[in-house]
C-alpha cells in the first residue's frame, strides 16, 4: 500500500487536525473550486464578502466537498481576508482528491 502525502495546501496539525490554506474569491457566479493559486487551494463562492456570509459559505462548500459535517470544519485565520486557513476535524484523514 502506498501512502499518498497531502496536497501541498494542507498541513496535519495533530491528530485528526488538519489546517487547509484557502484563497477566496467571494462574488463569483458559482461555487466552484478553481485549482491552485500561490500554493492555496482556489475557491470561488457565490456569497458576498458581507456579514460575513462568504466565510460561511466557504466552511459549508468545503465540508460538503469533503464529506464532512459542518462543525468539523472551522475557519482558524483570516476572518476578512482572501487569504483564509480552515481547521478540518475530522477521526480518519479526508479524502483530498475530492477537492483536487
Same mark, same amino acid.
Given at each position: 500500500?502506498?501512502?499518498? #502525502? #497531502? #496536497?501541498?495546501?494542507?498541513?496535519?496539525? @495533530? /491528530? *485528526? %487536525?488538519?489546517?487547509?490554506?484557502?484563497?477566496?474569491? !467571494?462574488? $463569483? /457566479?458559482?461555487d466552484e473550486l478553481a485549482?491552485?493559486?500561490? @500554493?492555496?487551494? /482556489?475557491?470561488?463562492?457565490? $456569497? #458576498? $464578502?458581507? %456579514?460575513?456570509? &462568504?466565510?460561511?459559505?466557504?466552511?459549508?462548500?468545503? $465540508? *460538503?466537498?469533503?464529506?464532512? +459535517? +459542518?462543525?468539523?470544519?472551522?475557519? &482558524? &485565520?483570516g476572518l476578512s481576508s482572501?487569504? /483564509?486557513t480552515l481547521r478540518i476535524? &475530522?477521526?480518519?484523514? !479526508? %479524502?483530498?482528491? +475530492?477537492?483536487?
Amino acid at each position: 500500500m502506498t501512502v499518498v #502525502p #497531502p #496536497p501541498v495546501f494542507v498541513r496535519q496539525a @495533530g /491528530k *485528526g %487536525d488538519w489546517r487547509l490554506r484557502v484563497h477566496v474569491q !467571494p462574488g $463569483a /457566479k458559482r461555487d466552484e473550486l478553481a485549482g491552485l493559486f500561490n @500554493g492555496s487551494l /482556489k475557491i470561488r463562492l457565490s $456569497a #458576498p $464578502a458581507v %456579514d460575513n456570509k &462568504a466565510n460561511e459559505a466557504l466552511v459549508l462548500f468545503v $465540508a *460538503g466537498q469533503l464529506g464532512l +459535517r +459542518r462543525s468539523q470544519v472551522s475557519l &482558524a &485565520a483570516g476572518l476578512s481576508s482572501r487569504e /483564509k486557513t480552515l481547521r478540518i476535524q &475530522a477521526e480518519a484523514e !479526508p %479524502d483530498w482528491s +475530492r477537492v483536487l
